[in-house]
């Protein structure tokens, strides 16, 4: 009788494998897409081929000459005067100087919008004073005051200070971030309180606690910041145009008019602006492309 029943039981153990094998067998003969599989992505690459086509004509456009832009019908495939197109319109805009100006404005600014909400949202989660609440709540509502009505304060300001035409009056009154300062505090109300009682108890600081235990935990937060607020820093127009009044201090976007023709007789050099835009649009993008493992890496530090 027993015998009978280890059969039995081995015979049961021996045919689950065997409907898991066949099972994976079906799951292998099934088609690995469906039509809806099918349907999505393929609207998917329509989104995105709609979002890049102006920036491949864009590209096209600067590679070809005057002749080949005004063509009917325009030709969507690159030409062979990329280089004499790109160097006329590094020397004619003089991009060099224009693109060290707006990367020390865009760094400036996402340095420190960032630094600046991640103390204010640290002071305001675990610095119990009284009216805490109500602080953050006046930063946030500076969300409802539109640009225009900073903008003449603002410079006035700046005038008083000596700061116009300096990297600091482009950069200091655009650090402040209301949206930075509520993403910083909505995380680190999420941070276990036992976390910073631990660190109290090992004699760690505010700041120490700050620098050594909150910071690795916010560098999703922080890498994702970065590439926003260095794009807005990169294309602020109408400030850096407001306070500056020399060439040598005019940031990139404002400096591409220099290829515009000033008279009404010339034709526009459009294969030169669209150099020039594809120049301006490059350091953007390698920031989200360098910040992209930051914040692959934030990630996985906050899952630990």
């Known amino acids: 009788m027993e015998a009978a029943r280890a ?27 469906s ?16 979002i890049a086509f102006p920036l491949y004509f864009a590209f096209v456009i600067s590679t070809q000459e005057i002749s080949e832009v ?24 003089g991009m060099a100087r224009l693109l060290v100006n707006s990367a020390i404005v865009a760094v400036a600014v996402a340095v420190g919008k960032i630094s600046i909400s991640m103390l204010s949202a640290f002071a305001v989660v675990y610095f119990r004073f009284r009216g805490a609440s109500l602080v953050f709540w006046l930063i946030f509502l500076t969300l409802m005051l539109p640009i225009p009505v900073r903008i003449l304060p603002t410079y006035e300001v700046v005038g008083n200070l000596g700061w ?16 930075a300062t509520f993403l910083f505090r909505q995380f680190y109300m999420t941070v276990p309180n036992e976390l910073a009682e631990a660190a109290q108890i090992d ?37 850096p145009l407001l306070i500056t009044n020399t060439e040598e201090m005019r940031t990139v976007v404002i400096g591409l008019e220099r290829l515009i023709p000033r008279t009404g007789t010339e034709l526009p050099t459009w294969n ?30 906050s899952e630990k």
């Not at 045919?15 to 099934?30: G, I, K, L, N, S």
């Not at 039509?35 to 709609?50: D, I, N, Q, R």
């Not at 350091?283 to 530090?301: H, N, S, T, Y």
């Open 7 to 33: 059969t039995a039981a081995g015979t049961d153990t021996l045919a689950a494998p065997r409907v898991a094998t066949a099972e994976r067998a079906a799951e292998h003969r099934r088609p690995p897409w």
């Open 35 to 50: 039509w809806g599989t099918v349907l999505v992505h393929a609207a998917l690459v329509a989104c995105v081929a709609v």
């Open 70 to 93: 005004i063509q009917k019908p325009p030709r969507l495939l690159p030409s062979t005067h990329a280089l004499e197109n790109y160097a006329e319109a590094w020397r004619r805009s």
């Open 164 to 179: 116009l035409n300096t990297y600091a009056g482009l950069s200091i009154p655009l650090m402040a971030s209301a949206t």
């Open 203 to 239: 004699g760690a600081g505010a700041l120490r606690f700050l620098w050594s235990f909150l910071l690795p935990l916010s560098w999703a937060n922080v890498a994702a910041l970065f590439v926003v607020l260095f794009i807005y820093g990169w294309n602020e127009y109408f400030w």
């Open 272 to 301: 030169l602006i669209m150099a020039g835009a594809m120049m301006a649009l490059l350091p953007p993008v390698a920031v989200i492309i360098f910040m992209q493992r930051w914040f692959v890496k934030g990630l996985i530090e």
